[in-house]
């Protein structure tokens, strides 16, 4: 079925005779007679009004778009312009203003207009989830992403972007050109020189500095002897990435504040990163408070030119933690004798209100949701029952993704599911669980599970049989025999490869044959998430509105919070929790005994009843 590429309302053009005409029919004035008064037999004829009824419904269509139009522009008339138009009781005053609004924005959309009064509904709800509410933002979308800027866009697709375009730029007289920001192609292993004259705002493995901004003549330098072999800024931050290289989450975490402070240094002050003094970083800790448009952008892969440094403003804890990663690093580079001293040393960590709990447990799933996502029979089950055929139809998949064996997905997403909710795992050991860790517990039905958690340390957690089930069938999904123990092979593996170089790298043989390598902590997280989405769209589910919301926006880690917030309520020991969820302080287990507020809320009813 082709797509619906309609993006604007249709174009309706209303003449001066047709504000006087509705005008007319707000005071009640007889049809027969606003037709005499303000068109003639021509007009009538080419507006296809030859009739009573077919004049009625052209003016009450004119009606309910003006209504929609000014409720938005000034919303304290809203009520009153909706309950006019239900009983059909006009005030002169309130004609006045729709016929005189209506009148102003005839000609033409403007930057200040919302998308909701030109755009189709269905268009501008998914704009307003890119915080796009007027025309002017929209077109600040296009200018600071370029030619890609809907692909990030959920339901915007190729047609529907150049059908967006096509109707902006027949208004270019009210809503001004398009200027983008053109960038150079993004060619794999290349890099772009940046700068104050070029702020191209490109990952750090992208990144070229111009000499003057390199950091080999910075002001800040040390005259000793320097204990690492890096000779400008670039080679100092590789160097120190370099020591958590046995830690993916770690690194990525420094990786990120020190790209962004590198970004800033060159494109917003003008200077390399060792030459700043102490008031550029208290200026910086301004700027991670309130980054400007240009630096903001939802999650795009690294090398693609919709990637941004932030994908929102950043929290006040992330503030913190930005302004301390760096201070840390600042510190390293002084004992490494990169630099002489840490202008960090003076500027005080970003003001944090201290949360109730340091864990964010209330993003716990409730019980009765998890139960019907997790239980035999239920939402992730009833999924995987559908044919792969009925799945590819129902997602409209296309070309190589009708490959796709869409049951099999969610039997996958069902281990990885319960492995997190039932085991209280982190997304990054179910990712990196291999088999011949997990074996069955004698005179027992659980079976336990081997995992190097934070810290490096190892620990044992315990699974039902249901999530040895699950397992079964994902790896009937991958051809694989379950039951053969010793095989150092992942837990969880993903049932095809994207279609990105890097990827096939990773999941294809040589003959093109998909090997069973693993997932990657954020391949896991799309997959996870992915599914849980097309679960909450799925309408002939059994699904209240409040559990579809929650469920677009479940991550991995609200399902180990789900499983420390039910095993506190069932009474589980903590020092035993403790243990199974990893947690290097008991305190921090104890929280998870105030999680269930519902439970409280119950008992604490009982007791005032």
Same mark, same amino acid.
């Given at each position: ?79 009153? &312009? ?6 059909? /009781? ?58 890609? @800027? ?53 990952? /750090? ?14 002001? =800040?330098?040390? =005259? ?57 970083? *208290? ?11 240009? @630096? ?13 440094? %932030?994908?929102? $403003? ?16 600042? *510190? @390293? ?25 340091? $864990? ?9 949701? @998890? ?25 409209? /998949? ?29 997304? *990054? ?16 039905? /659980?079976?336990? &599970?081997?995992?190097?958690?934070? +810290?490096?340390?190892? +620990? ?21 025999? %379950? ?95 403790? +243990? ?30």
């Amino acid at each position: 079925m082709a797509q619906h590429t309609e993006v604007s309302l249709p174009d309706v053009r209303y003449t001066r005779a047709d504000f006087a005409a509705l005008r007319a029919y707000l005071q009640r004035l007889p049809l027969g007679r606003i037709a005499t008064l303000y068109y003639t037999e021509d007009d009538l004829e080419r507006l296809a009004c030859d009739s009573e009824s077919a004049l009625r419904d052209r003016l009450e269509t004119m009606r309910d778009r003006l209504v929609i139009e000014a409720s938005q522009t000034n919303p304290y008339l809203a009520d009153m &312009l909706q309950n006019a138009r239900r009983s059909g /009781l006009w005030s002169p005053k309130l004609v006045d203003f729709l016929v005189r609004a209506g009148e102003a924005d005839r000609q033409g959309p403007k930057r200040a207009d919302l998308v909701s009064a030109w755009l189709r509904p269905r268009v501008a709800a998914v704009l307003r989830e890119e915080s796009v509410r007027t025309l002017g933002d929209l077109i600040a979308l296009i200018e600071v992403r370029g030619d890609g @800027w809907w692909k990030p866009v959920r339901c915007i697709g190729a047609g529907k972007a150049q059908r967006l375009e096509t109707w902006m730029s027949r208004h270019a007289a009210t809503l001004g050109e398009i200027r983008r920001i053109e960038l150079p192609p993004v060619i794999r292993g290349e890099t772009i020189e940046i700068g104050p004259q070029a702020p191209f705002l490109v990952p /750090l493995e992208r990144i070229r500095l111009p000499e003057a901004l390199s950091g080999r003549q910075g002001r =800040n330098r040390a =005259n000793n002897y320097c204990q690492i072999s890096a000779r400008n800024d670039l080679d100092a931050i590789d160097a120190y990435l370099y020591r958590f290289r046995a830690n993916e989450k770690t690194q990525r975490a420094y990786r990120k504040e020190l790209e962004r402070f590198l970004l800033w240094c060159i494109i917003e002050r003008d200077t390399s990163m060792s030459s700043v003094f102490q008031e550029d970083c *208290e200026a910086y800790k301004d700027f991670l408070a309130v980054p400007g448009e240009a @630096w903001i952008g939802p999650r795009a892969l690294r090398h693609s030119h919709d990637w941004k440094p %932030f994908a929102g $403003i950043p929290s006040a804890s992330s503030q913190r933690y930005g302004v301390q990663a760096i201070r840390s690093f600042f *510190e @390293w580079l002084v004992n490494v004798r990169y630099l002489a001293g840490n202008p960090w040393l003076t500027v005080a960590d970003p003001a944090v209100a201290k949360p109730l709990t340091p $864990i964010q447990i209330d993003k716990a799933l409730p019980k009765s949701l @998890w139960e019907k996502l997790s239980r035999s029979g239920g939402l992730l089950d009833q999924m995987a029952a559908i044919s792969p055929e009925d799945l590819a139809q129902r997602y409209r /998949l296309r070309g190589a993704s009708r490959k796709i064996n869409l049951a099999a997905q969610f039997r996958l997403v069902k281990a990885a599911l319960l492995l997190l909710g039932d085991g209280g795992l982190r997304r *990054e050991e179910v990712a990196f669980a291999v088999r011949h860790h997990l074996k069955p517990i004698p005179d027992s039905s /659980l079976w336990e &599970l081997d995992v190097l958690g934070k +810290r490096n340390k190892w +620990r044992t957690v315990f699974l039902p049989n249901r999530v040895i089930d699950a397992l079964r069938a994902h790896w009937v999904d991958r051809d694989l025999d %379950f039951s053969f123990a010793m095989v150092d092979t992942p837990l969880l593996s993903p049932l095809v490869s994207p279609p990105t170089p890097d990827a096939q790298t990773k999941h294809l043989s040589e003959s093109g044959q998909l090997r069973d390598s693993g997932f990657s902590q954020d391949g896991l997280y799309r997959v996870i998430t992915t599914a849980l989405k097309r679960i909450a769209d799925e309408e002939v589910l059994d699904l209240e509105a409040d559990e579809r919301e929650l469920l677009r926006n479940t991550h991995p880690h609200m399902l180990r919070h789900t499983f420390g917030t039910q095993a506190a309520a069932s009474q589980v020991p903590l020092d035993v929790l403790q +243990r199974v969820m990893g947690h290097a302080s008991l305190q921090t287990t104890t929280i998870y005994v105030q999680a269930e507020k519902r439970r409280s809320i119950e008992e604490m009813g009982k007791f005032f009843g």
